[in-house]
């Protein structure tokens, strides 16, 4: 592993020294493996090791390139990470969120257009007058990630999006147990949606929070 780190550190080097830019195509391996002192078996595990969380992308027959190592790309593999997450740590997942979505919800705020109020909007308005807890919980995760994207940090939504995952098995369960769940989620989104629409920042990460903190602090009761 000493050996195959060394070259996963040889690689990278050559890409934050701006070397291998996104997209670009590594050397043939005999003589990238050469003129980095590696063995070509060490070349090769380190290559497998940058392709499985998407910084190298091995297409057969062709190659292997740098990937477009956008952050929703890279963020992939923490994303497949926190699926594996047990149910005891569901609440910190729940407190980051409780960080990170306000923040994004009052740059949203600034900097949605008048066109993508108007999508979040419609997203409000699909959700059905008897939603199911399942409708429920896909319109409450499509209405927060349509206010991710309006923060216009790519970092910021892949990081909201990855946190998706994990908390929504506990959506479901409060949509099933809580009485006056559903009620509370679409008279939320609406108060974060018209605070949105009136450009009221501060408003909004408020709204935000009271949304998010929520569910958590049902769920610390559920837990106890």
């Known amino acids: 592993m000493a050996v195959t780190d060394a070259a996963i550190d040889k690689i990278k080097q050559m890409i934050l020294s701006g070397e291998l830019a996104p997209g670009d195509r590594l050397p043939k391996e005999a003589d990238l ?18 392709a499985l969380i998407n910084v190298l992308d091995v ?5 292997t390139y740098v990937t477009s190592l956008e952050p929703r790309l890279l963020l992939d593999t923490m994303s ?4 594996l997450h047990r149910d005891d ?16 919800t009052a740059m949203a705020t600034k900097l949605m257009t008048d066109d993508e109020i108007d999508e979040l909007r419609v997203i409000l308005e699909s959700l059905p007058a ?5 409708e429920l919980v ?5 209405f927060h990630q349509r206010i991710a994207q309006g923060s216009g940090n790519t970092v910021l939504c892949s990081f909201i999006e990855s946190l ?3 908390t929504t098995r506990a959506r479901i369960w409060r949509g099933l147990t809580q009485e006056g769940a559903m009620d509370k989620t679409r008279e939320q989104h609406t108060a974060i949606y018209e605070a949105i629409a009136a450009r009221q920042a501060d408003v909004a990460r408020s709204w935000a929070t009271v949304h998010v903190a929520g569910v958590e602090s049902w769920l610390r009761k559920a837990l106890a």
């Open 33 to 50: 493996a050469e003129r980095l002192g590696l063995s070509r078996n060490s070349l090769r595990e380190a290559v497998r090791a940058l």
């Open 80 to 83: 497949f990470v926190l699926d």
């Open 89 to 104: 740590t569901v609440l910190q997942f729940f407190e980051v969120r409780r960080i990170l979505e306000p923040a994004a």
């Open 59 to 63: 297409r057969q027959g062709d190659g």
């Open 164 to 166: 998706s995952g994990p």
């Open 130 to 134: 008897d939603p199911t807890v399942e």
């Open 138 to 142: 896909a319109n409450d995760l499509q």
